[in-house]
């Protein structure tokens, strides 16, 4: 067995809503949309327009600044709207699908038998190449560099995230084809982290061709940017690529099938969700048919993801692309008299400021609200306590916040992502928006660098 890894920092969040070990496949979806926002630093292009037929894998649009890159269509069917945003910016491109669906065909073959080029291209016509991204910016992998090595968290850490072992536990060939297709890509090596808390899936175990590292430890020890760090960290000029099991066993699909297939299992949680549970459908399907009789009264949250890094989506919304788990939390909007004055034993606290403290054992049922407004932004310790890498984080934001381009270098922008600082924003006494600073750094680094 491979060194394993111990991640001493973080925080799991004990929120109530696991979903139970069953996959039910849901009811197909009547839309299906592609939202070039779940894309990080893309410019989209539009190939179709509202009343055009597509097949799945068909390209409904493509990114200006790498025109081969497309992005298609899960299903097949009719466009039947391309919502907006401010500046005319494209939001979603809505697909009605057919009952039975029709396939775009690719060539393919053997992934030992080809170049990368052709490797390259197939994947990019498909629609499958965003699932490859890179550090640093975790933007869409681009084809012309050479990554000194890959990536796969096996795992997710994150509050209520859905168990990848049991998600991938019968796709052994396509999760090895997919790793057949990796390992053309770059000359580096292909690291598969796995959690060293329970035996993993043969699925991991039987794959050839990678190395296996084991992680233990809190939240965020399932976040790639974490294991990249303590494995081969990044530095100025470096390029190191990623990606996730489902991802890899669609791109294995790819090669065995010659057909961009969408499917993917995503976990349903959350305190909100009455029966919690495991669904198979297609990328980018509207949620619906999963939540309708399936959630309590009130004023709902709804998230694609988890409560820390998911995105707000409407109670008939969409999966997004990279998202395996939609979350269903209350809205917290309520006002607590003297809130701050109770003792707080069913209060969940990431500190001993409450008496909860005192019962670990406890899952709780957290909502949105924020509990105070915006302060100052201070330096009170709580971001170091959480935050397992070794850099400094707060003075980090702090050169982000007035742009200071050197500083940002020295103290380790290139090794990090949004989602390395959400537990920094959860426990943020200041209430400060983190995970969007660290963002509007990357971008500023992306754009000086370029």
Same mark, same amino acid.
């Given at each position: 067995m491979s060194k394993v890894i111990k991640i001493k920092k973080g925080l799991n969040i004990k929120i109530l809503g696991n979903a139970e070990k069953i996959i039910k496949k849901a009811d197909q979806s009547e839309f299906y949309a592609v939202k070039p926002s779940d894309f990080t630093g893309i410019r /989209?292009?539009?190939?179709?327009? #509202?009343? $055009?037929? !597509?097949?799945?894998?068909?390209?409904?649009?493509?990114?200006?600044?790498?025109?081969?890159?497309?992005?298609?269509?899960?299903?097949?069917?009719?466009?039947?709207?391309?919502?907006?945003?401010?500046?005319?910016?494209?939001?979603?491109?809505?697909?009605?699908?057919?009952?039975?669906?029709?396939?775009?065909?690719?060539?393919?073959?053997?992934?030992?038998?080809?170049?990368?080029?052709?490797?390259?291209?197939?994947?990019q016509k498909s629609g499958l190449w965003p699932t490859i991204r890179q550090r640093p910016y975790s933007t869409i992998a681009n084809a012309e560099d050479k990554p000194k090595a890959i990536f796969i968290s096996a795992f997710d850490s994150a509050p209520?995230? /859905?168990?990848?072992?049991?998600? #991938?536990? $019968?796709? !052994?060939?396509?999760?090895?084809?997919g790793i057949d297709v990796l390992s053309k890509l770059t000359e580096g090596k292909i690291h598969l982290n796995l959690n060293a808390d329970y035996p993993p899936a043969e699925t991991y175990t039987k794959a050839k061709g990678v190395q296996l590292n084991y992680f233990t430890g809190p939240h965020p020890s399932g976040n790639v940017g974490i294991q990249i760090n303590k494995i081969d960290p990044i530095n100025k000029g470096d390029i190191v690529w990623y990606t996730y099991p489902q991802e890899i066993v669609s791109i294995?699909?790819?090669?065995?099938?010659?057909?961009?297939d969408a499917t993917k299992i995503v976990a349903l949680t959350g305190s909100e969700v009455k029966n919690p549970k495991y669904f198979k459908i297609l990328g980018g399907a509207s949620i619906k048919n999963m939540v309708e009789n399936n959630v309590n009264d009130g004023q709902l949250r709804y998230i694609s993801g988890n409560i820390l890094t998911g995105s707000k989506i409407d109670k008939d919304g969409y999966v997004g692309?990279?998202?395996?788990?939609i979350t269903v939390i209350p809205e917290?909007?309520?006002h607590e008299f003297f809130g701050?004055?109770?003792?707080?034993f069913k209060k969940y606290t990431a500190s001993r400021a409450l008496l909860s403290w005192l019962i670990p054992g406890r899952k709780y049922r957290l909502d949105t609200n924020m509990h105070g407004g915006n302060r100052a932004y201070v330096m009170t310790?709580?971001?170091?306590?959480?935050?397992?890498?070794?850099?400094?984080?707060?003075?980090?934001?702090?050169?982000?916040?007035?742009?200071?381009i050197d500083k940002m270098e020295q103290l380790g922008i290139y090794e990090v992502d949004e989602e390395d600082f959400a537990l920094c924003e959860y426990v943020c006494t200041s209430k400060t928006e983190v995970q969007s600073i660290i963002r509007s750094g990357l971008d500023l680094m992306r754009k000086e660098m370029s």
């Open positions: /989209p292009k539009l190939v179709v327009k #509202v009343g $055009d037929k !597509v097949k799945a894998g068909s390209p409904l649009f493509f990114d200006k600044f790498q025109p081969k890159v497309q992005f298609t269509s899960p299903v097949s069917g009719e466009v039947v709207e391309i919502n907006r945003g401010e500046r005319r910016a494209i939001l979603e491109v809505v697909v009605k699908a057919d009952t039975t669906i029709e396939y775009e065909e690719f060539n393919v073959g053997n992934p030992k038998d080809l170049s990368r080029e052709e490797i390259i291209e197939t994947l209520l995230a /859905p168990d990848m072992d049991y998600v #991938v536990k $019968d796709c !052994v060939d396509c999760f090895q084809k294995g699909r790819l090669f065995m099938e010659g057909k961009y692309y990279y998202d395996n788990q917290g909007k309520y701050w004055a109770t003792p707080g310790g709580e971001y170091e306590k959480v935050f397992p890498m070794d850099i400094y984080p707060v003075q980090l934001i702090k050169a982000i916040m007035v742009e200071d």
